[in-house]
């Protein structure tokens, strides 16, 4: 089956082989079997099985979240609140859905996965990585990278995300077991391996011994660092060749040559600062840099419960030093190296049919428009989804 979308007024390609020409005007594009299999002028567009028609609007590839936790049980709505009249972050609230996460059933946690993933899809997310990190015993580990194994590929083993309540008096004993008999359950569902490096959750040295047992069992490596201090975990994730760091957002002169030197991508999260009311990572400076960014949302019960890659988007404008086309990229194509993808993120032929037709003529309104609902229909792998 092939899809027509054509009348495009705006289309948005981040073709890495088209590189000179981001945005054309008065565009159409055929998707077959999946996969984008031309792209031109509105006037010159080939016949196709089905046709979508754009009425002039924009067309974005589909975001790519490269960094979510939404296997996850309870809310904390309570924590947020107290943060907004000024009680910090800590790691320590993640033991609260922990226990909420452990008592709920398979198909209770499912449903609730479920309804995430219709949420992002609703907001143009074709692509999103899912962690697990709140169960942290090896049965409900598997049973978090598995359940998010149903809806994605981009799938993240974090055992590593804080130490179980059980071993509180223990920690070496709960690192042995994340890289062991932990790993060795959750590594046939998991393409990654994360660990958080933070001082309410674990070290360099641990989140060493932590990634180093994922690579020999297979995974790709990701690493949450610099969320709250510069703490050594942007060296660890170069050193150790990380597909991507994440948060980024406290970085030394150091971690920044590091990166612009290296393949691992800088994920920046500006939905966490906002919802804990910190400063945002200095965006424009790793650009100028030569560092890769990526934007994602790290949605999740704690620091961040918000999905919405739109509002990203206009954050990294806001607040990041970013161009509107800047802070799409990362959304898209940064997100998407960040996952070592070259088939999404952009629309370039070849590339899979994932785009969002825009209720707007320009992708700018993205940043323009914050907080309105701008997607008129998500299309995923040339399936025109229900809106
Ligand atoms: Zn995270």
Not at 274 to 280: H, I, L
Request: glycine letters at 10%.
């Amino acid at each position: 089956m092939s899809l027509a979308v054509d009348n495009i007024g705006q289309l948005v390609t981040l073709d890495p082989a088209d590189p000179e020409r981001p945005v054309r005007v008065d565009a159409a594009l055929v998707i077959d079997d999946g996969r984008i299999a031309w792209v031109g002028d509105a006037r010159r567009a080939p016949a196709a099985d089905s046709r979508l028609d754009a009425r002039g609007r924009a067309v974005v590839p589909g975001f790519v979240d490269s960094h979510s936790h939404l296997v996850f049980a309870g809310d904390r709505a309570d924590e947020w609140e107290a943060r907004m009249t000024g009680v910090p972050y800590t790691a320590g609230g993640i033991l609260r859905t922990v226990a909420a996460t452990r008592a709920a059933s398979d198909d209770e946690l499912r449903a609730r996965l479920a309804r995430h993933v219709a949420e992002v899809r609703a907001q143009g997310t074709t692509t999103i990585e899912v962690k697990s990190g709140y169960g942290l015993t090896v049965a409900d580990e598997q049973r978090a990278v598995r359940l998010a194994a149903e809806v994605t590929p981009e799938t993240t083993f974090l055992g590593a995300h804080v130490v179980a309540p059980e071993y509180a008096d223990d920690r070496d004993a709960y690192v042995e077991l994340v890289c062991g008999e932990m790993l060795a359950a959750c590594a046939p569902h998991s393409r990654w391996i994360d660990v958080f490096i933070d001082a309410g959750a674990f070290t360099v040295d641990e989140a060493r011994r932590v990634l180093k047992a994922g690579r020999a069992a297979g995974l790709g490596l990701r690493v949450h660092a610099g969320q709250r201090a510069a703490d050594g975990g942007v060296a660890l994730a170069v050193e150790l060749g990380a597909a991507s760091v994440d948060h980024a957002t406290h970085l030394t002169g150091d971690d920044v040559d590091a990166l612009a030197a290296a393949s691992t991508v800088a994920t920046l999260l500006p939905l966490v600062e906002f919802s804990t009311r910190q400063p945002y990572p200095d965006a424009r400076h790793l650009i100028n840099a030569g560092v890769t960014i990526a934007i994602a949302s790290d949605a999740n019960p704690g620091s961040n419960y918000s999905s919405s890659m739109p509002l990203a988007i206009a954050l990294a404008v806001r607040e990041m030093g970013l161009t509107p086309l800047e802070a799409l990229a990362a959304a898209t194509v940064g997100g998407a190296a960040a996952l070592q993808r070259g088939d999404v993120g952009h629309l370039g032929v070849g590339a899979r049919g994932d785009l969002v037709v825009l209720q707007a003529p320009d992708f700018r309104w993205l940043g323009y428009r914050p907080g309105v609902p701008l997607v008129a229909h998500t299309v995923l792998g040339g399936e025109v989804l229900a809106s």
